[in-house]
DNA sequence: AGCGCCTAATC
DNA sequence: ATCGCAT
DNA sequence: ATGCGATGATTAGGCGCT
């Protein structure tokens, strides 16, 4: 029902009310409903992985429902999902006698299991777990099998949606009338937004829902700060933690633990904070630095409690300006002199506080190839195409370029490109290219070890712009290989189409 | 021990 | 990361 | 403006095979 509607006032009414009836016939069943719904099985702090990707699934589905791997993979380009591969080799299998019923909770389970085997053998074992579900599975469940599998449930749903459905049954559900609010539901929404923001943790969150209904205080920051250990609390946050204990962690974006791959910034960090700092949580960039190179100005507010110390812990350059042209000068002093990506703006009128995972007006990337004159654009050959997945069924859903060399007259692999089309674009761009399908590469230089294997090959016919953040050495391209690196080529980063600019008429020949 | 494949992660 | 689509 | 899901280059680390 959710994935065929398009509005997300509609997907959290429906998901609302699911929640509402788990919650009030078998409540324990809401936390593994909303850990599937989120394709987590754990804390992203706790570093539990399914590793299932899709070569496994391929392998699971030749082993559960039968057919050559060959044969799924016809199917599979036909439908762009495994998982409605896995519902059409079910539906043909013969059932010998109706399985038991799978539960939610029975799958949930099952995943953590496949997520906690691990070294030897864990490959068998997994895929045997996983064999279990698909020999139970029925109906549509197959489909959502594969999907949960591949954490990706394309219903239109993510986890923003969930957390509002979440907030809104929580307040239909308990029995205490809200506080004095204009609106309740989006209230409701907000706090559990936020609680989540602040302490990724569905399995703190969801029993505080149950128990005490969103106005519960235990959803309130100094409440959740107060109700876990201190290194629970670290580590949900980002990047760099200072403990009143002495001890340094380091996290990402996503709250995966990095403290190990930076020994010298703990060390630096212990060695650099002045001892009247007890605690702090920093959030902040790391880069690579070349030490005979030096430049800094300074920017208020962390000054005080660092030394800094050039080559090793350094305060970012900034401006405060309303001046475009200022702006614009410092922008390309950073680009064009330092090889810095761009600028962070941040606004100093408004209370402009960070806040995790939240988009905002209040910090914007300038990127130099956000602008018309900055950033590489470049005039490019679609050489092959990969047939596309998902709401790309139908169309490719990417294609290999290359650059062409007049000197040695060949064209050579420069990247992959997905995005930057309309859906339009797209049907019009598969559609032309397929009057000129070939059997093989035959006209280009490509590294054919490099998987997954394009699935069509075109003739040279025409040309796109594309614009990328910059290049890079490619163990994967053949653009000029020899000249950047003797068996290295060149890539981009970022690549994206802006324009279809000319038959190749010429270039053919 | 070394290598290739795969997955998950960063941008 | 970038981008387009639907709301 | 927001949320979602298509897609990019690259790297590290786990696992299993030789």
New binding site residues.
């Given amino acids: 029902m959710i994935s065929k509607e398009?509005?997300?006032?509609v997907k959290t009414d429906i998901l609302c009310n699911v929640l509402r009836t788990v919650m009030d016939t078998t409540a324990d069943d809401v936390l593994p409903i909303v850990y599937l719904l989120a394709n987590r099985i754990a804390p992203a702090h706790e570093g539990l992985?399914?590793?299932?990707?899709?070569?496994?699934?391929i392998n699971v589905l030749a082993e559960a429902y039968g057919r050559t791997k060959v044969g799924h993979r016809k199917l599979y380009n036909q439908l762009g999902d495994w998982g409605l591969v896995a519902k059409a080799c079910r539906s043909s299998q013969s059932m010998m006698s109706k399985p038991n019923a799978l539960t939610v909770t029975k799958v949930f389970n099952t995943f953590q299991l496949i997520a906690k085997e691990?070294?030897?053998?864990?490959?068998?074992k997994k895929k045997n777990h996983i064999k279990g579900l698909l020999v139970a599975a029925s109906d549509c469940e197959p489909l959502y099998l594969i999907r949960l599998l591949q954490?990706?449930?394309?219903?239109?749903?993510?986890?923003?949606?969930?957390l509002a459905a979440l907030g809104q049954a929580a307040l239909y559900a308990h029995s205490t009338p809200p506080p004095n609010i204009q609106s309740p539901l989006e209230e409701a929404v907000k706090i559990v937004k936020k609680a989540y923001s602040v302490f990724p943790v569905y399995d703190k969150i969801v029993p505080a829902l149950l128990s005490g209904g969103v106005w519960n205080p235990r959803l309130h920051r100094h409440a959740i700060f107060g109700d876990v250990s201190v290194s629970d609390m670290c580590r949900t946050m980002e990047p760099i933690h200072y403990i009143d204990n002495g001890s340094v962690e380091i996290y990402?974006?996503?709250a995966?633990r990095n403290t190990g791959?930076f020994p010298d910034v703990v060390s630096e960090v212990k060695r650099l904070k002045k001892s009247s700092v007890r605690s702090f949580v920093l959030d902040c960039e790391l880069v690579a630095y070349n030490r005979e190179e030096q430049k800094i100005l300074p920017f208020q507010n962390l000054y005080s409690s660092f030394e800094e110390e050039t080559g090793y812990f350094q305060f970012a350059t900034a401006i405060t300006s309303n001046d475009l042209d200022k702006i614009q000068e410092f922008l390309d002093t950073a680009v064009l002199l330092f090889n810095c990506e761009g600028l962070i703006i941040k606004t100093l009128t408004k209370d402009a506080t960070y806040e995790p995972a939240k988009?905002?007006?209040h910090w914007l990337?300038l990127?130099k190839d956000y602008m018309e004159n900055l950033g590489d654009s470049l005039d490019l050959v679609p050489f092959a195409a990969?047939h596309?997945?998902?709401?790309?069924t139908g169309v490719y859903?990417?294609f290999l370029l290359a650059c062409y060399d007049s000197t040695n007259g060949e064209y050579q692999s420069i990247?992959?490109?997905?995005?930057?089309?309309?859906?339009?674009d797209l049907e019009d761009r598969s559609a032309s290219l397929n009057s000129e399908v070939i059997s093989g590469p035959k006209y280009y230089q490509y590294d054919d070890?490099v998987?997954p294997a394009p699935d069509v090959w075109f003739k040279p016919k025409e040309v796109w712009e594309v614009?990328a953040?910059g290049l890079?050495?490619?163990?994967?391209?053949c653009a000029a290989v020899g000249i950047v690196d003797a068996d290295k080529g060149v890539?981009?980063?970022?690549?994206?189409l802006t324009a279809v600019t000319a038959l190749t008429a010429l270039l053919c020949r």
């Fill in positions: 398009s509005g997300l006032i992985e399914l590793g299932i990707g899709e070569a496994s699934v691990l070294r030897k053998d864990s490959q068998e954490a990706n449930l394309r219903i239109g749903l993510a986890k923003q949606t969930l990402s974006r996503n995966e791959k988009r905002s007006l990337k990127k990969f596309g997945k998902g709401k790309r859903g990417a990247c992959k490109l997905g995005t930057g089309f309309s859906e339009a070890s998987k614009k953040a890079t050495i490619s163990p994967n391209h890539s981009l980063r970022f690549p994206r």
